[in-house]
Structure formats: structure tokens, C-alpha cells
């Protein structure tokens, strides 16, 4: 049985899931953007991909509210999802093209944050789709 959006949800339960989402987001986003912009200016690739490590520990922690509330993604969290990283992730291959100053230790981490990103996303949905234990 597929967990569906939000229809097994109260309208008050659909409400705190959205905050909980959200605060969640917030607070690791903020985290991780402070971080990857600290590693890019002193060019510390530890600092940079911790920053990309908070983003998915949030991506985590969308899924654990999502099991919480047996709810799936919503279409409006998958686009604004892929929107941010294909933004991130042009910016990324922008700057590199454009900018002479950026080091080896920036761009190597920043693509090992991306890939990690990616892989993350990835992982999640093929164990998902092997995800027998729910079929029961």
C-alpha cells in the first residue's frame, strides 16, 4: 500500500508536520550554508563538507518526520528540492568557470558535497523501492 501525500492526515496534523519540515530545514540549513561558505572563504574542505553533511542529516530528518506521519515527499518539496540543488549546483560550475582565485581544496570538496548530495537521494529512493517490510 502506497503512503499517500497528506490524505490520511487531520488538517491540524497536516499543519505541524509542514512546521516540524520546516524547522527542521531552517535550522540545518542554516547550518550548512554557514558552513560550506566558512570552508569555501578559508578554503577548509572539512568545514565545507560538513556543511553539505547538515544538509543531509536534514534530508534524514525529512524522512524520519515523513515516517512519523506515514507521509510520502510532497510534489512542492520535490521541486523546491531540485530547484535549490540545480541552483547550487550551477552556481558551483559557474564560479569555477568565472573565478581564477578558486583552489583545488574548494572545488574537490564542493564536488565530493554535491555527489554526497546526490548519492544520499539516490539511496534513499532505491531502498525505498525495496522496502518490503511496509508491504506487510
Known amino acids: 500500500m502506497a503512503r499517500e501525500f497528506y490524505s490520511n492526515l487531520s488538517r491540524n496534523q497536516q499543519v505541524d508536520r509542514h512546521a516540524l519540515v520546516l524547522s527542521f530545514w531552517f535550522a540545518f540549513g542554516i547550518v550548512a550554508v554557514a558552513l560550506i561558505n566558512m570552508g569555501f572563504r578559508l578554503s577548509d574542505g572539512v568545514l ?6 547538515s544538509i543531509v542529516v536534514g534530508f534524514v530528518a525529512h524522512i524520519i518526520i515523513n515516517n512519523i506521519y506515514a507521509t510520502n515527499f510532497t510534489p512542492r518539496e520535490i521541486a523546491f528540492g531540485l530547484l535549490i540543488y540545480s ?8 564560479m569555477k568557470f568565472f573565478r581564477d582565485d ?6 574537490y570538496s564542493g564536488v565530493i558535497g554535491f555527489i554526497s548530495v546526490f ?18
Do not use: K, M, Q
Not at 48 to 53: C, S
Not at 87 to 94: E, P, T
Not at 119 to 136: G, H, K, L, P, T
Open 102 to 107: 578558486i583552489s583545488d581544496t574548494n572545488f
Open 119 to 136: 548519492i544520499s537521494v539516490i539511496f534513499y529512493n532505491a531502498f525505498e523501492s525495496f522496502d518490503v517490510i511496509r508491504w506487510f
Open 48 to 53: 565545507t563538507l560538513l556543511g553539505f553533511a
Open 87 to 94: 541552483i547550487g549546483l550551477i552556481v558551483f560550475i559557474l
